[in-house]
């Protein structure tokens, strides 16, 4: 499938915020510039300067849930455009306190507000995009955008951070701010969809007592009323008297909300294993090249992330047509499959210490975040209504940070129990529960459709 063929008929709107996704990624390698800031510019050691991107990942957890809140709270949008000018004006002002300590801290608040703005952009994409269709291809695109974005954006600041960071600084702060602009300019919600959501959570109220899976018949119908041709989008919902609108100007709770889906909270809670699994090609990955290759793995490890990246740009399309009939979450099983497969074979450097065995599971274990990273929203996207889209999408990337956070340090005591080959069979392991508990959820979803008669939709479909 051409590249063109598998993004064409989107929306304007999510062009543009894929666009703006792409640019303002240029510049979002926070953890590397705090690291590279403090030990280049400021000498510090690399202990202390671990601290600092310890701290900024674990200020992310509060952020990402800050973030969901405020996004349903007073739209999707309106966060994305100040979490993303907050960041650059505080960025920018990096450059006015070079050689001191602020830097640290003013890096800290900006993964801060950058975090924020995470929920929103996953919320957005699913509120922008009625038709599940559009949503893979939605996701699809950011994904691949994002990751040219990261791939760039390291590269050019790479020749000016040593001598010239305050060019650097103000750089990330511009790249912020043209894609702060475009969003703001270009990406149109309208108040139709305010209107929906509200409606949704009046819908919501009056269906609190049902099963998770009662709620698909309504939820289906409701789509099929915002397709009925000739029929005007802001009909679809009564606008909302003002009375209705004084109580609803606070999100509907949250909790009841889980209570109601326990297989999408189960879905979030294992999710902390693809982030475990993920984290293991920036912590262990360079630990074995250095064990594998001596004083010459820091330069295996950097070709490493250039054919992940080249592999991304062009694998993803491929990977998604080939996948294109499966459901999400047999999607997200292959590519668990996947980083079990490419992270294990890293096993055999130690018998075999060859480059080429590295290149094949680089990707192979590329192919698994494909697969994995761009359905992972889609499995919450079609079973939450949109009024709590933003708290959900939290959640999910809090449980990511709790990966991030404590991948290194368990894989560390890993490590140390064992060794330095035996923590990837550790993580085969850990892959296959992955892929069993995913391919467990889709069982009993679909043996709960069978016995309900109820056709399943095609919202679990994969990208």
Request: hydrophobic share 45%; with cysteine.
């Amino acid at each position: 499938m051409s590249l063109f063929k598998t993004y064409a008929g989107l929306s304007r709107d999510i062009y543009y915020l894929c666009l703006a996704r792409t640019i303002n990624s240029t510049g979002d390698f926070i953890f590397s510039l705090i690291t590279l800031v403090l030990t280049l510019q400021m000498g510090m050691s690399v202990v202390s300067a671990g601290i600092f991107v310890s701290m900024a990942a674990l200020i992310s957890g509060p952020g990402v849930l800050l973030g969901g809140y405020l996004s349903d709270l007073i739209g999707k949008k309106t966060i994305i455009v100040s979490g993303q000018i907050l960041s650059a004006l505080m960025i920018m002002s990096c450059s006015f306190w070079s050689g001191t300590m602020t830097i640290g801290y003013l890096l800290i608040a900006v993964m801060f507000f950058i975090s924020i703005t995470r929920p929103a952009y996953n919320a957005l994409i699913i509120q922008l995009c009625p038709e599940e269709k559009e949503r893979k291809s939605a996701f699809s695109l950011m994904y691949l955008g994002a990751n040219l974005g990261i791939a760039l954006g390291p590269l050019i600041a790479g020749f000016f951070i040593k001598d010239y960071v305050h060019i650097v600084f103000l750089s990330i702060g511009t790249v912020f701010l043209i894609s702060t602009f475009i969003i703001w300019k270009k990406v149109h919600v309208g108040a139709s969809d305010e209107q929906a959501t509200q409606t949704s959570i009046r819908e919501l109220g009056h269906h609190t007592q049902q099963p998770q899976g009662e709620q698909q018949p309504h939820g289906k119908q409701q789509h099929q009323e915002r397709q009925q041709p000739g029929q005007p989008k802001h009909k679809q919902a009564r606008s909302p008297s003002r009375q209705q609108q004084g109580s609803e100007s606070l999100p509907s709770p949250l909790f009841p909300m889980l209570l109601k889906n326990p297989l999408v909270v189960f879905f979030i809670v294992v999710s902390f294993l693809n982030y475990f699994i993920y984290m293991q090609y920036s912590f262990s990955l360079p630990l074995q090249m250095n064990q594998t290759f001596g004083e010459h793995g820091a330069a295996y490890y950097g070709s490493v992330m250039t054919i992940n990246a080249i592999s991304v740009i062009l694998l993803t399309t491929l990977v998604l047509s080939a996948t294109r009939n499966f459901t999400a979450l047999n999607s997200i099983a292959a590519g668990a499959l996947f980083y079990g497969i490419g992270f294990g074979a890293l096993y055999l450097l130690g018998d075999w210490p060859q480059f080429a065995i590295v290149v094949v599971s680089t990707v192979l274990w590329t192919i698994g975040e494909i697969l994995v990273q761009t359905n992972i929203n889609l499995y919450i996207a079609s079973r939450v209504p949109d009024s709590h889209q933003g708290r959900f999408n939290g959640l999910l990337l809090f449980v990511g940070c709790l990966g991030y956070t404590l991948s290194p340090y368990l894989t560390g005591l890993f490590i140390r129990s064992v060794d330095m080959k035996s923590v990837w069979i550790i993580i085969l392991g850990i892959s296959l529960f992955y892929a069993i508990c995913m391919v467990l959820l889709w069982y009993i979803e679909k043996n709960a459709t069978n016995n309900r008669g109820i056709d399943s939709p095609d919202y679990s479909k994969s990208v």
